[in-house]
């Protein structure tokens, strides 16, 4: 018997069983009916966060940043090349902490951007400063096995 996963969907947010199996096959959320995998790292405020961190059975993986900030918006093409690659298996997310300042209190961010790891709901791992697409595939995959 294949081992199910619960994935949130990345556009409304709710929790899908997947095989885990399926999960290579462009699976759509029984709900919205959109992919369940863009490629595309999901902009989240902090209701969405909660759930993809506390519901979701794969690493989730967060760019805390803000659109004033230099290295963030130079770090962005990389973080979206890293999702291509770390996709299905991860989930990237995005949060903007001029937008939801409370997320970035909450998890004591105190530089950006920020990547934060989450495995289970806990933080596993964190990695302030930009980094290039094969240098966040790399830290995720040492991170997440």
């Known amino acids: 018997m294949t081992e199910s996963l619960h994935i949130v969907c990345p556009h409304c947010h709710t929790t899908n069983r997947v095989r885990a199996d ?3 096959s462009d699976p759509s959320c029984g709900s919205c009916k959109q992919a369940l ?3 595309h790292p999901a902009a989240l405020d902090e209701a969405a966060f909660d759930k993809h961190i506390s519901r ?3 690493p989730v993986l967060v760019d805390f940043w803000a659109p004033w900030c230099g290295p963030c918006r130079q770090m962005a093409p990389a973080y979206e090349q890293a999702c291509a690659q770390l996709e299905p298996r991860v989930r990237l997310v995005k949060v903007d902490t001029e937008a939801v300042p409370n ?23 964190r990695q302030a400063g ?9 830290w995720v995959q040492a ?3």
């Open 37 to 39: 995998f863009t490629g």
């Open 56 to 58: 979701s059975q794969i």
């Open 143 to 145: 991170h997440s096995a």
């Open 103 to 125: 997320l970035g209190a909450r998890y004591a961010i105190r530089s950006i951007p920020t990547l934060a790891l989450f495995k289970n709901g806990r933080e596993v791992a």
């Open 130 to 138: 930009a980094m290039g697409a094969a240098d966040i595939v790399r």
């Open 22 to 24: 399926q999960l290579a």
